[in-house]
């Protein structure tokens, strides 16, 4: 039991575009620049990314859209060179934003997100199936946010963050000490959260702008049940030990910062270069009760992270846009800690996007790639000890879509 909810806290699926278990692929138009829209805008995604920025957006506008994840992740074996790779998946975590400008200083906002998960299936044969086999995570951000223009060049902006978690995790259990096959173990469970976020947009001379946005840590208390399937004829012993129960545990979600440098003095064209911190060093370790009032305390011992990018956004003409972007990441996940339910590595991300405005609709459509570079596992994790130890490689492939209105 011990080991299937450090299962379930430890191995949030890994993800795209961010580090860790981030998710930030938050709006097409977003995408399409590399995620560098920290200190301008053009729809009502800056809600997540800086809600500072919604004072520049008239009237009342509703956009909502999803990014399509095709993710490929394979596992060299260090030991005998055979290769195993993730079932293949489609992701689609899904956006839907709305903003309105009460009068010129103050404008409100609501962003209803998926700011971590997505999943990953190995397999139920492959070398680290006593790690993970099947990880989903689920999460759903509903943030509201009022941005106040305090003085012409300034503007500030808060909000709050509810978080909802739901998460699924499966792995193998080995029974060949009583010498049956491997049993089956997953683990249900649910939890909620809240917390809050800022943001600041400073308007200087020149057509520079500076952008900046807070979101503070989540602790999120996560409370489920574990079933195992066990084979036919298992003795009392396994039945005993490998019984369905419950349990809970605390996942905190780390805090992160988003600044970024926007010129608009070469119109049409619009540059941004920004950077993102994480501070997943609070993933120092973790304390899991369990129905039976033991805990067990795991180190994981994770470090903050930064990463940077860059993007572009040329008017074509008064209904086209044209965009383009780049980001690298680097990664939280130390080589003594880090296994396959979250194979995170250095990452490059490098994107292509259009806008299209027509009347009153806005539609956005974006591509981008993602690379992570190949990173080996060469620590004792894993039953046996160095189970799955190898070489890890990931790539996705993603379009972001999305419609707005403007009323």
């Given at each position: 039991?011990?080991?299937?909810l450090l299962?379930m806290i430890m191995?949030?699926?890994?993800v795209?575009?961010?580090?860790?278990?981030?998710?930030?692929?938050?709006?097409?138009?977003?995408?399409?620049?590399?995620n560098a829209?920290?200190?301008?805008?053009s729809d009502?995604?800056?809600?997540f990314?800086?809600?500072?920025?919604?004072n520049g957006?008239?009237?009342?506008q509703v956009?909502v859209?999803t990014?399509l994840m095709?993710?490929?992740?394979?596992?060299?074996?260090?030991?005998t060179?055979?290769s195993?790779?993730?079932d293949?998946?489609?992701f689609?975590?899904?956006?839907?934003?709305v903003t309105?400008a009460?009068?010129?200083t103050?404008?409100?906002?609501?962003g209803?997100?998926?700011p971590?998960?997505?999943?990953t299936k190995?397999g139920?044969t492959w070398d680290?199936?006593?790690?993970?086999t099947n990880?989903?995570?689920h999460?759903?951000?509903?943030n509201?946010?009022?941005s106040?223009?305090?003085?012409?060049?300034?503007?500030?902006a808060?909000?709050?963050?509810?978080?909802?978690l739901?998460a699924t995790l499966?792995?193998?259990?080995s029974l060949v000490?009583v010498?049956l096959p491997?049993?089956?173990?997953?683990?249900?469970?649910?939890?909620?959260?809240?917390?809050?976020?800022?943001g600041l947009?400073?308007?200087?001379?020149e057509?520079?702008?500076f952008?900046a946005?807070y979101?503070s840590e989540?602790k999120v208390?996560?409370?489920g049940?574990?079933?195992?399937?066990?084979p036919?004829g298992?003795?009392s012993?396994?039945v005993a030990?490998l019984q369905?129960s419950s349990?809970k545990?605390?996942l905190?979600?780390?805090q992160?910062v988003?600044?970024?440098?926007?010129?608009?003095g070469?119109a049409?064209?619009?540059?941004?270069?920004?950077?993102?911190?994480e501070?997943?060093s609070s993933?120092?370790?973790l304390?899991?009760d369990?129905a039976?009032?033991?805990?067990?305390?795991?180190?994981?011992n994770?470090?903050?992270?930064?990463?940077?990018n860059?993007g572009a956004?040329?008017?074509l003409?008064?209904?086209?846009a044209l965009?383009?972007?780049?980001?690298?990441g680097?990664?939280?996940v130390?080589?003594?800690?880090?296994?396959?339910?979250i194979?995170?590595?250095?990452t490059d991300?490098y994107?292509?996007g259009?806008?299209?405005?027509?009347r009153?609709f806005k539609?956005?459509l974006s591509?981008a790639?993602?690379?992570m570079?190949?990173r080996?596992?060469?620590?004792?994790l894993?039953?046996?000890?160095?189970a799955?130890?190898?070489v890890y490689?990931?790539e996705?492939?993603m379009?972001?879509?999305s419609?707005g209105y403007?009323?």
């Amino acid at each position: 039991m011990t080991a299937l909810l450090l299962v379930m806290i430890m191995c949030p699926t890994p993800v795209v575009l961010g580090s860790g278990f981030a998710l930030f692929t938050q709006g097409a138009s977003a995408l399409g620049q590399g995620n560098a829209v920290v200190a301008h805008t053009s729809d009502a995604s800056a809600v997540f990314y800086n809600p500072a920025l919604i004072n520049g957006l008239p009237g009342t506008q509703v956009v909502v859209g999803t990014v399509l994840m095709s993710p490929s992740r394979t596992y060299t074996s260090a030991q005998t060179g055979a290769s195993s790779e993730t079932d293949k998946q489609l992701f689609y975590p899904s956006t839907f934003y709305v903003t309105h400008a009460v009068n010129d200083t103050f404008s409100a906002g609501l962003g209803v997100f998926s700011p971590f998960g997505l999943g990953t299936k190995w397999g139920e044969t492959w070398d680290g199936r006593y790690l993970s086999t099947n990880s989903e995570l689920h999460t759903f951000n509903i943030n509201p946010v009022v941005s106040c223009k305090v003085l012409p060049m300034l503007t500030l902006a808060a909000g709050v963050d509810v978080i909802l978690l739901d998460a699924t995790l499966e792995k193998k259990r080995s029974l060949v000490a009583v010498g049956l096959p491997d049993a089956g173990q997953k683990f249900e469970g649910d939890g909620n959260g809240v917390g809050y976020n800022v943001g600041l947009l400073l308007e200087l001379p020149e057509g520079v702008s500076f952008g900046a946005s807070y979101r503070s840590e989540v602790k999120v208390k996560v409370e489920g049940d574990a079933s195992f399937t066990l084979p036919a004829g298992s003795p009392s012993s396994v039945v005993a030990l490998l019984q369905n129960s419950s349990g809970k545990a605390a996942l905190t979600l780390p805090q992160q910062v988003q600044a970024g440098i926007a010129y608009k003095g070469l119109a049409p064209l619009t540059l941004e270069a920004g950077m993102r911190w994480e501070g997943w060093s609070s993933f120092d370790q973790l304390k899991i009760d369990l129905a039976n009032g033991r805990s067990d305390v795991t180190p994981r011992n994770w470090k903050d992270v930064f990463s940077f990018n860059v993007g572009a956004r040329y008017q074509l003409n008064p209904a086209v846009a044209l965009m383009a972007g780049y980001l690298h990441g680097d990664t939280p996940v130390p080589d003594a800690t880090f296994d396959p339910s979250i194979p995170d590595s250095v990452t490059d991300v490098y994107s292509l996007g259009t806008e299209v405005s027509y009347r009153k609709f806005k539609f956005a459509l974006s591509y981008a790639y993602q690379v992570m570079h190949d990173r080996a596992k060469v620590n004792s994790l894993g039953a046996p000890a160095g189970a799955a130890n190898g070489v890890y490689g990931s790539e996705t492939h993603m379009v972001g879509l999305s419609a707005g209105y403007a009323f």
